[in-house]
């Protein structure tokens, strides 16, 4: 984990990088760094429903899935979700989606990034642009959920472990 003194109260994880389909994408790494200021960063918010990115790194994450579905983007039924595609996961390939931190790379469960529209027929990406010109960068539940989150803030330590939760 890392502190922020702008946010001491705020959990920070060292995100170095996010892959779409095993693809490394080229964002920059300031995008996720806390800069001098206390401004940036990227963080887990049990207050956040979806994951949040930068314009700079949502921009390309969203450019990735509409590369590899290869299907235009329509707009959402859903408030805040800006991409959907046409179809249920059963009749596409969706690519897979990993974080990757300092420590180690989380491995999301299709569930965690996509959100399923059944009467509409849409596939609808759980990420959005982080609104309301906000400066960080946030892990939001539906990208934790059946993901044991462990604080160790003795150790600074932030872990993820698969885990079907309704099964606890």
């Not at 890392?2 to 990088?17: D, E, I, Q």
């Not at 897979?96 to 300092?102: G, V």
Request: aromatic letters at 10%.
């Amino acid at each position: 984990m890392l502190t922020n003194s702008k946010m001491p109260h705020v959990y920070f994880v060292a995100l170095k990088g996010i892959s779409v389909g095993g693809k490394r994408l080229q964002i920059p790494d300031w995008v996720f760094q806390i800069d001098q200021t206390g401004t940036g960063g990227f963080f887990v918010d049990s207050g956040s429903r979806y994951m949040c990115l930068l314009e700079t790194a949502y921009s390309q994450v969203l450019g990735a899935f509409a590369e590899a579905l290869g299907l235009p983007i329509v707009g959402s039924p859903i408030p805040y979700l800006s991409a959907c595609f046409e179809g249920l996961p059963g009749s596409m390939s969706i690519p897979s989606l990993t974080l990757h931190f300092q420590n180690g790379d989380l491995h999301l469960p299709l569930e965690n990034y996509f959100v399923v529209v059944k009467e509409d027929e849409l596939s609808c990406l759980a990420i959005i642009r982080t609104p309301f010109g906000g400066s960080f960068s946030v892990i939001g539940t539906i990208t934790v959920q059946n993901i044991h989150v462990n604080y160790n803030v003795g150790k600074s330590l932030m872990t993820f472990t698969p885990t079907q939760c309704d099964k606890l």
